[in-house]
C-alpha cells in the first residue's frame, strides 16, 4: 500500500490494521522469561506458522486442480509453495543468530512445548506423502486437531494424485500404486520408475507431465534444505541434547533428512 500524503478520517472506514487484524496480531506475543532473546524465538515460530498456513491452502488447491487435470494453475501454486519454502529457509539465518547461552536463559520457560507439536507441520508432511499414524498422538489432547489431522492423513497425498493423473492419461501405473491404504507412507516402485522414464524420454509428448514432475522435484529440494537449515540450527543452539518435546532432537532430525516424498523422481535421473 501506498501514502497520496492526504490524511483520511478512519473513524468509519477500515484502515491497513483493521483489515489485517494488527491489534490481534501484534498482542500475540508474550514471553515468560522476560529474557530478551525469547522474542526472537516467538516471532520466528510464529511467522513460519503463518507461512505454512499459506502452504497448506497452495497445496490444498494444487491437489483439487491436479485431480481435475487442470495443471496451469497447478503449476503456480506449486511454485508458490517452493517459493515459500525459500522464505521459511532463510528465517534459519535469522534464528542461528541465537547463541547456546542465549537459548538457556528461556528454555526452561518453554516447558514441554515444541515445533514437533505443530499441527500445520504434520498437515504438511502428510499432504507431501510421509504418512505415519504415530505423529496424531501428540494431538490426542485437540479432538479438533486430531480429527483435521486424520481426514489428512487418510486422503491421497499430492504425489498419490500425481500417480492416478498419469493412468488417467493412459500411462502403466501399476495398480497397487494407484489402490492402497493412504494412511501409509508411499513406498518406491520400479513400475512406477518406468513410467516417468516415458515421461523424461519424451518431453514432447508429456511436456505438462514433465513439468509437473519438475515442480515435484523443486518442492522436495527445499524441503529437504528445510530440513537440513532445521538440523544445522538445532545442533548450532543446543547440540545433542533432547528436544523441549521429548524428541532425540538432532538425531530425530538426521533421520529426518533420510526420507524421500517423491522416490521416482530421483531415481530417474540414474536411468535416463
Not at 488447491?61 to 497447478?74: C, F, Q, Y
Not at 526452561?108 to 499432504?127: P, T, V
Not at 522436495?220 to 543452539?237: G, K
Amino acid at each position: 500500500m501506498t501514502s497520496s500524503g492526504a490524511h483520511t478520517d478512519f473513524a468509519n472506514a477500515m484502515s491497513y490494521g483493521d483489515y489485517l487484524h494488527l491489534d490481534h496480531l501484534l498482542e500475540a506475543q508474550e514471553p515468560r522469561s522476560g529474557q530478551h532473546d525469547e522474542m526472537l524465538f516467538i516471532i520466528i515460530h510464529q511467522s513460519s506458522e503463518l507461512w505454512m498456513k499459506l502452504i497448506l491452502h497452495e497445496l490444498q488447491a494444487a491437489v483439487a486442480e491436479i485431480r481435475r487435470d487442470d495443471l496451469r494453475p497447478a503449476f503456480k501454486m506449486l511454485a508458490r509453495v517452493s517459493g515459500i519454502q525459500a522464505q521459511l529457509i532463510q528465517s534459519w539465518d535469522v534464528l542461528s543468530t541465537l547463541t547456546p547461552a542465549d537459548y538457556l536463559t528461556f528454555r526452561d520457560a518453554l516447558g514441554q512445548s515444541s515445533g514437533f507439536q505443530s499441527h500445520q507441520y504434520r498437515a504438511i508432511e502428510f499432504m507431501l506423502g510421509n504418512k505415519n499414524p504415530d505423529m496424531l498422538h501428540p494431538f490426542a489432547h485437540r479432538p479438533d486437531l486430531h480429527a483435521t489431522l486424520q481426514t489428512v492423513l487418510g486422503a491421497p497425498s499430492v504425489y498419490d494424485e500425481t500417480l492416478a493423473l498419469l493412468a488417467k492419461r493412459g500411462l502403466a501405473v501399476p495398480g497397487d500404486r494407484l489402490e492402497r491404504d493412504w494412511r501409509t507412507s508411499y513406498v518406491a516402485s520400479d513400475g512406477v520408475r518406468k513410467v516417468w522414464q516415458t515421461v523424461y524420454s519424451d518431453t514432447g509428448t508429456y511436456w505438462d507431465l514433465y513439468e509437473l514432475a519438475e515442480k515435484l522435484v523443486d518442492l522436495e529440494d527445499r524441503f529437504r534444505q528445510w530440513r537440513f537449515r532445521h538440523l544445522t540450527t538445532v545442533a548450532r543452539i543446543i547440540g545433542a541434547k533432547r528436544g523441549t518435546g521429548g524428541t532425540a532432537g538432532v538425531d530425530y532430525l538426521q533421520k529426518a533428512l533420510e526420507i524421500r516424498l517423491f522416490p521416482e523422481l530421483w531415481q530417474v535421473r540414474t536411468a535416463l
